[in-house]
């Protein structure tokens, strides 16, 4: 996993990067009972289940898209819904590891 985390790691730090400096807005997709028990600061809360029902206002924004949630399962599953409905969306994997990702 070493050799898998240097060869794509910087990569997607990269993309993290470039979505902050453009205003990205962060979206994590656990459960509310999740995300009231941690969260990145000024991230907002659309549990996966609903995410669908948000497109309109999460289009709205105009904004590039990190999603989140505990792992980057959840996530990566969000952020293929937001890309096919037109959204520059990434999954930014675990929310823990995305806090610290765009502290840098």
């Known amino acids: 996993m070493g050799l898998f ?4 790691g910087n990569k997607k730090q990269k993309k993290i990067e470039d ?3 453009r205003g990205a807005i962060v ?21 996966l289940q609903s995410i ?6 999460i289009k709205k924004q105009n904004k ?13 599953s969000a952020a293929t819904i937001l890309k096919s409905n037109g959204i520059e969306a990434i999954n930014g994997g ?3 590891s995305l806090n610290s990702k765009l502290a840098l």
């Open 64 to 76: 590039p898209v990190i999603t989140c949630c505990a792992s980057g399962m959840r996530s990566a």
């Open 94 to 96: 675990g929310w823990y």
């Open 52 to 57: 669908n029902s948000k497109i309109k206002e």
């Open 27 to 47: 979206i994590d997709v656990r459960t509310h009972g999740e995300y009231i028990q941690g969260a990145i600061p000024g991230s907002k809360n659309i549990p």
């Open 19 to 21: 979505f902050k400096t």
């Open 5 to 8: 985390s240097f060869l794509f």
